[in-house]
């Protein structure tokens, strides 16, 4: 029996073993249903394909109320436009700690609503209220709804062997995007001023909405994109091997292939992340394309100033998971544990105790 994880995403042996044999009601108009590294559902209402995506509603007061806002609900819509279809609706439940005051909700809320109308969403019914042993950064949840029609979404099941693989912006997208939020006096410290500002402008792209839409815009399925999972929890390495796990395929990818943003490598190094693929990485896309149209895919990611690369393929699923480091073939294996969080909670006890001495 899988034991539960020490923190994070519960392993796909857990999911397999108490959630997906117990999913209620069956229904034959669910198109896409729960499993393992596919983020959004999809049922069949009418002649439409309705797509669900639900997610805690996360904000970390000390990223800023604005900035915190801004990723929440970009947390939420970059799983929704995985599935290909663009959000069109939000339900949001806030169950908000005791000590929030009505200006930081008013901050926060202002900001939501600027995003959600940037991106089309209409914020069609919440909940909202202050409650006892509520705490930041789980305040809630929200459900994400898109609507599009029966032939116009993608999931993993769509994907075949041959498909390429395509990766934006690299790995730790995430993970160096809070720590430079989090702690940007460490890093000016340790590196100075210009390059804490630019680990800083990393923030702002823990979102893959506009990589999703951009890619898809080229054409999917048969003519284009079959797949699209964003490297969360357990980063590229964990979105590799979960995106392929649901569609049933291998995967072969070369690591020297994926790209690496600027201000990354150096970050996650100074706060003790060893393999900045194995971590959080919001903002990170991972692509299934038809061979002939990846190139396309990378030109159009391009021209929208979204670095992007094809680092693979999916395979047959006897040939397994392979990951290509300097000329060898090794196994690719999901991480399990994403190394940021400990990383984080070290830092941070740090910084506490070196404040309180101050």
């Known amino acids: 029996m899988a034991e539960m994880p020490e923190i994070g995403k519960i392993s796909p042996e857990v999911f397999n073993e108490l959630i997906f044999p117990r999913l209620g009601a069956k229904g034959k108009d669910i198109l896409v249903g729960p499993q393992h590294g596919v983020d959004v559902g999809i049922a069949q209402i009418g002649d439409k394909a309705v797509s669900f995506t639900c997610d805690p509603v996360f904000i970390v007061p000390e990223y800023g109320w604005e900035r915190s806002a801004w990723f929440a609900i970009h947390i939420i819509a970059s799983d929704a436009v ?59 949840g929200a459900t994400m709804i898109g609507i599009g029609g029966l032939d116009e979404y993608v999931t993993p099941r769509l994907a075949r062997a041959g498909d390429q693989i395509i990766i934006t912006k690299g790995p730790a997208i995430e993970a160096t995007g809070i720590f430079a939020a989090m702690f940007p006096g460490l890093i000016t410290e ?36 079959s797949a699209m999972h964003d490297a969360t929890e357990c980063g590229i390495w964990g979105g590799l091997y979960e995106l392929a796990q649901a569609a049933n395929l291998g995967a072969r990818v070369e690591k020297e292939k994926i790209i690496m943003e600027d201000c990354v490598p150096e970050v996650c190094r100074y ?8 971590a959080i990485s919001e903002g990170t896309l991972i ?54 969080w400990k990383a984080f909670y070290n830092t941070l006890g740090r910084y506490k105790a070196q404040a309180a001495k101050e």
Not at 271 to 278: Q, T
Not at 320 to 326: K, W
């Open 271 to 278: 706060f003790g992340i060893d393999d900045p693929y194995a």
């Open 82 to 140: 995985t599935c290909g279809l663009r959000p069109r609706y939000l339900s949001i439940d806030l169950n908000l700690p005791m000590d929030m005051t009505r200006a930081q909700l008013e901050i926060v809320w202002e900001t939501m609503h600027r995003e959600c109308a940037k991106l089309g969403i209409s914020v069609i019914t919440g909940h909202t209220a202050r409650y006892e042993n509520c705490h930041y950064p789980m305040v809630g």
């Open 287 to 340: 692509i299934a394309c038809r061979e002939h149209k990846a190139g396309e895919v990378v030109a159009a990611l391009g021209r929208k100033g979204i670095k992007a690369s094809v680092v693979g393929e999916l395979t047959e699923p006897g040939m397994g998971m392979v990951l290509v480091e300097g000329g060898r073939e090794a196994k690719l294996k999901h991480p399990i544990v994403d190394p940021f």
């Open 190 to 225: 340790k590196f100075g001023p210009d390059f804490s500002r630019r680990a800083q402008q990393i923030f702002y792209r823990m979102s893959v909405v506009e990589d999703a839409m951009t890619a898809v815009s080229v054409g999917i399925r048969e003519d284009g994109v």
